[in-house]
């Protein structure tokens, strides 16, 4: 039996808009790097998902969508950046896949000077997942925890299916993201919102605390 392992990919209808709404973060890049501040101090700017910013590698997680409060921080930390095979300058790497394995990658991105989609690759790509994964870590989109509920169980040796409480893992999300069209609507009319980022270590306790009573 051969096994195959293979990265995170958009579907079919997530890619549907990509084109439009690459266009339009280049037609408002200058814009959003004016705020750079107001959309990474901001949840519900944080977490705004991109129809084509995404990374994929395979063999172990953390890949998937990189929200725009991800770019910035990686645009900002030069993780995330490549370079012009035309005019020489800074390209904002926005979506790339690769292997831990090989090393072999391709990014794609915007270029600063040209405003318009580049393509190229990493001499080095090692470092990139564990930026994004160490990204997940810090600011996570959602708490995951388990929660107690009633449900039942099989006895063979009662009368069959009998109550019990048991525990499902709960996925509560932390901030209520806007779109790129709305996210770009409110920075140009000044319109910016204060929705703070999570403190997600106080959350984190307060969730174990709360598992803690309940048992």
């Known amino acids: 039996m051969t096994l195959y392992s293979i990265g995170f990919g958009p579907n079919e209808a997530e890619s549907e808009n990509s084109e439009a709404e690459f266009q339009l973060i280049c037609d408002h890049l200058a814009l959003i790097l004016q705020h750079e501040r107001d959309i990474l101090s901001c949840v519900d700017y944080f977490f705004c998902r991109l129809s084509f910013a995404y990374a994929s590698w395979p063999y172990i997680g953390g890949d998937g969508w990189l929200y725009l409060g991800y770019l910035l921080t990686g645009w900002r930390d030069g993780n995330f ?39 190229g690759r990493w001499k080095h790509f090692d470092t990139r997942p564990h930026f994004v994964i160490d990204l997940r870590k810090r600011f996570p989109h959602e708490l995951v925890e388990w929660e107690e509920c009633d449900g039942f169980i099989f006895s063979w040796g009662g009368n069959g299916l009998e109550p019990a409480r048991k525990k499902r893992i709960v996925h509560k999300p932390l901030a209520n993201p806007v779109s790129l ?35």
């Open 81 to 119: 950046i490549g370079r012009c095979s035309e005019c020489g300058n800074r390209v904002l790497v926005t979506s790339f896949t690769g292997s831990i394995l090989s090393g072999s990658n391709a990014w794609t991105g915007i270029c600063e000077f040209c405003r318009i989609q580049k393509r």
């Open 181 to 215: 069209n709305v996210l770009i609507e409110e920075l140009k009319g000044g319109n910016v919102r204060t929705a703070k980022m999570p403190n997600v270590s106080l959350l984190k306790q307060e969730t174990k605390l709360k598992f803690s009573r309940k048992r």
